[in-house]
Structure formats: C-alpha cells, structure tokens
C-alpha cells in the first residue's frame, strides 16, 4: 500500500505500469460534503478516470462504504463557512483558491477546497461492499459512447451499494447503539456481530 499526489499523469502512469489504484474521482467535494449529502457522489462530468481504465484493459471493482459520515455532525459546511462575516469567510475561500487542483482540466476556483466544521461523535460502524466488477476489453477508449455508459454503470453500480447497505443495517441492532458495541467487544474481545452477508 502507498499513496501518490493524485494527478492524471500520476494515475495513467499507475495502470500503464499495471499497478492497482483506489481513487476517489468525487475528490474534495465527496470528502467535504455538505450536511445532508452523506453517501452521495458528486463526480465530474468528463469521465476521464474510466477513459484511462479502459485504455489500459484495467478491471473496475466498485467500493461503497458507509459508516465514516455518521461519526461526525457537521455543523457547518463550506459553503457557511465562506459567508461567515468580518473576513473570515473570505480568507477561507482565498486559502481554497490557493489549492492546485488535482484535475488538469478544471481551475482552483472550480472546486471549495473548505473542510466542514464538525463535532465528532462514537466512531460508528463501517460497513464496505465490493460491487459488481466491470471488465474493459471489449470497449475502445475513443468510444465515446460506450464511455460514457460504464462511467455511468459504475456510479449506479455504487449507489446501488449505498443503498444495499443503508437497507440492510437496519437489521444490525449494533449499528446506531455504538457504546453498546464498543462495550460487547471490550468485554468479548471479539467483533459485535451484524447482519448477514446474504442480506445484501
């Protein structure tokens, strides 16, 4: 495991030299959602990650995750804390203009590179489901069509996981009691347990 600057040049390199890459193509936006945007995608329109996979014949494995969002309340999100008052709303978003975005084809004003102002909660429980993966070898990467239909396969492909996930942990009694859980693995030494796989 390692971690390289994410560049388009850094991620063509990756798969050209047969590497396995996780990449969040949502990047910041994800990362610093708003307050009632957990478990969404906000990803560009061009879908140049997937043009790059499909040049180099790469496997696409879809990875919904949830669980991180709920172990913190956001209280204001960037776009609050740009329009707070006496400055301090412009300084961030002075700051925010100052990053180098990682995407060659879009400027540093394109994304609010502005973390949320949050209180932390029990870490809650994660949950990952690997999605359906999507093999690239019958596709051309001039192909706009056939493009831009797996860069939306994909992203259905992780909605439908979210959902999946959110749908079953409802029968996980251990989800949202997290002293509960914490507690039973304290004195049990071993993981709470949750609901079964098949109920995915």
């Known amino acids: 495991f390692g971690a390289v600057k994410v560049t388009p040049r850094n991620y063509y390199r990756m798969l050209q030299s047969k590497q396995n890459a996780l990449l969040f193509p949502g990047g910041v936006r994800e990362v610093f959602h708003g307050k009632d945007e957990a478990y969404q995608l906000f990803w560009p329109k061009e879908p140049d990650f997937v043009r790059t996979a499909v040049r180099f014949n790469a ?34 978003l002075k700051q925010s203009k100052k990053t180098i975005s ?16 949050f209180t932390p909660k029990i870490p809650a429980r994660n949950y990952f489901v690997f999605g359906t993966p999507f093999e690239t070898q019958s596709i051309h990467h001039k192909n706009n069509d056939d493009i831009q239909t797996l860069y939306q396969d994909v992203q259905d492909e992780l909605n439908r ?19 509960q859980r914490l507690t039973y693995e304290r004195v049990t030494g071993k993981q709470a347990p949750t609901f079964s796989i098949q109920d995915i």
């Open 102 to 117: 990682a995407r060659f084809d879009a400027s540093n004003e394109d994304e609010l590179f502005v973390p949320p102002m």
């Open 161 to 179: 996981g979210f959902k999946d996930i959110l749908r079953s942990r409802e029968k996980d009694k251990y989800a949202t009691d997290n002293i």
């Open 59 to 92: 496997t696409i494995i879809p990875i919904s995750s949830v669980g991180a969002a709920d172990s913190a309340n956001i209280v204001m999100d960037g776009s609050d804390l740009v329009n707070l008052p006496f400055g301090i709303g412009d300084n961030l």
